[in-house]
């Protein structure tokens, strides 16, 4: 399983970015594909996840009405659309994959993780 996360970089106080997680090595009907991150210090953080077999889509309520996670089946890739972005966004954000049917915002239920990308909300 890869899991190959794009999108990253700095960004203002308001602004909107687009984090891509390319999947290759399984079928997207098997896993649940999500976002994590994680400020140094802290735990890694479930934020938005996707089961597509499950047809449920999760979010932490930190991003909840902010970020939207959407899966392009044609291209194995799953996004994470970010807006109304705030300095507490800045981390390094994962993507990750969980079987089907757990509840994949959970640390635990992860069996694989992206290298992960830094993004940086500032004034």
């Known amino acids: 399983v890869q899991l190959v996360e794009s999108g990253g970089g700095p960004v203002q106080v308001g602004g909107s970015l687009r984090l891509s997680c390319a999947v290759s090595g399984v079928k997207l009907d098997d896993f649940a594909i999500g976002w994590f991150r994680q400020v140094p210090g802290k735990a890694r953080e479930g934020i938005a996840c996707?089961?597509?077999?499950?047809?449920?889509?999760e979010y932490g309520n930190a991003v909840r009405g902010r970020f939207v996670i959407s899966t392009d089946n044609t291209k194995n890739t799953v996004h994470l659309d970010m807006r109304s972005m705030k300095p507490e966004d800045t981390a390094v954000y994962y993507c990750a994959a969980a079987p089907s049917g757990t509840y994949c915002l959970s640390y635990w239920v992860i069996e694989n993780w992206g290298q992960g990308t830094q993004v940086t909300v500032s004034s």
């Open positions: 996707h089961d597509t077999s499950e047809e449920k889509i």
